[in-house]
T-cell receptor, first 111, second 114 residues
Framework: NAGVTQTPKFQVLKTGQSMTLQCAQD?????MSWYRQDPGMGLRLIHY???????DQGEVPNGYNVSRSTTEDFPLRLLSAAPSQTSVYFC??????????FGPGTRLTVT | GNSVTQMEGPVTLSEEAFLTINCTYT??????LFWYVQYPGEGLQLLLK?????DKGSNKGFEATYRKETTSFHLEKGSVQVSDSAVYFC?????????????FGKGTKLSVIP
């Protein structure tokens, strides 16, 4: 099993550009989520999904969109990037929500 | 709402020293508690967990006991190694309405020197 994979590993965007961060898992987990990690802030939940076709907002959803068309994939979209979205983004998945498995992260810089 | 407070770092220890990283939480009801570890350049890995009061989670020589009376989940290890250098996050899950949102502390960076 590859576990949770994320692409790209690094990305630089200009303000106003859009992009999609990819996340995939091969463990047939129903629950998937996106977090951002900022210095001194720990990790904060952006969006989560409890199954295909079902998504909901977390603590810091503004500026981000998600969709879940398959169990395996949970992409995170930035429609118009802003410098405040410079962060490290982690995707996670779990079978019943408790033991969450994290991907290696995407380091995003918005200039 | 839910919150997790853990001791600020960085913490620097000599190899074979005793480690304690304090963690306290605020939550209604009975959350599950976790310690995650993040090695440099990597994602988070679950280190240990406890799902009810007085449970002790343990893994790789690390231990933490769920203390409901003091709302604490302190991480301990009797003899740290250089390979334990990492950032440690305390976290809780309080499931409600089908969501399993992890609430994290801000992390404690541990450096172990030979």
């Amino acid at each position: 099993n590859a576990g949770v994979t994320q692409t790209p590993k690094f990305q630089v965007l200009k303000t106003g550009q859009s992009m999609t961060l990819q996340c995939a898992q091969d463990m047939n987990h129903e629950y998937m989520s996106w977090y951002r990690q900022d210095p001194g802030m720990g990790l904060r939940l952006i969006h989560y999904s409890v199954g295909a076709g079902i998504t909901d907002q977390g603590e810091v959803p503004n500026g981000y969109n998600v969709s879940r068309s398959t169990t395996e994939d949970f992409p995170l979209r930035l429609l118009s990037a802003a410098p405040s979205q410079t962060s490290v983004y982690f995707c996670a998945s779990s079978f019943q929500g408790y033991e969450q498995y994290f991907g290696p992260g995407t380091r995003l810089t918005v200039t | 709402g839910n919150s997790v407070t853990q001791m600020e770092g960085p913490v620097t220890l000599s190899e074979e020293a005793f480690l304690t990283i304090n963690c306290t939480y605020t939550a209604t009801g009975y959350p599950s508690l976790f310690w995650y570890v993040q090695y440099p350049g990597e994602g988070l890995q679950l280190l240990l967990k406890a799902t009810k009061a007085d449970d002790k989670g343990s893994n790789k020589g690390f231990e933490a006991t769920y203390r409901k009376e003091t709302t604490s989940f302190h991480l301990e290890k009797g003899s740290v190694q250089v390979s334990d250098s990492a950032v440690y996050f305390c976290a809780l899950i309080h499931s409600g309405a089908g969501s399993y949102q992890l609430t994290f502390g801000k992390g404690t960076k541990l450096s172990v020197i030979p």
